[in-house]
Nanobody, 124 residues
Framework: QAHLVESGGGSVQAGGSLRLSCVAN????????LAWFRQAPGKVREGVAA???????DYADSVKGRFTISKDNAKLTVYLQMNNLKPEDTAKYYC??????????????????WGQGTQVTVST
């Protein structure tokens, strides 16, 4: 029984920051890769950031230099630190898990496990 729960979303002005959290159970957290995806209404789901058991990370070009993915193994939690937010970052953000390399995850939008999502809204 996999389980992922996101939190930390909210409304911020452009240039602001948010930190998203995803608390997982043992089964989901033990997956090879944990990743963040996002989807805005009327748009396709896109991969944002991924981290695997080897510690390798991968990011979408649109967030490189602004977002950072990290894990706390003691808390079974994966984080997404989002800085210098832009209106185009507005979307519902989902935590996901599967068995693949971090460098493969962002181009594979169908993950095995998904959280319920948390909304991020960035205003001008």
């Amino acid at each position: 029984q996999a389980h992922l729960v996101e939190s930390g979303g909210g409304s911020v002005q452009a240039g602001g920051s948010l930190r998203l959290s995803c608390v997982a159970n043992e089964l989901s957290y033990g997956s090879y890769v944990l990743a963040w995806f996002r989807q805005a209404p009327g748009k396709v789901r896109e991969g944002v950031a991924a981290i695997d058991l080897a510690g390798t990370t991968d990011y979408a070009d649109s967030v490189k230099g602004r977002f950072t993915i990290s894990k706390d193994n003691a808390k079974l939690t994966v984080y997404l630190q989002m800085n210098n937010l832009k209106p185009e970052d507005t979307a519902k953000y989902y935590c996901a898990a599967d068995e693949m390399l971090a460098t493969q995850a962002l181009s594979s939008p169908v993950m095995r496990d998904w959280g319920q999502g948390t909304q991020v809204t960035v205003s001008t």
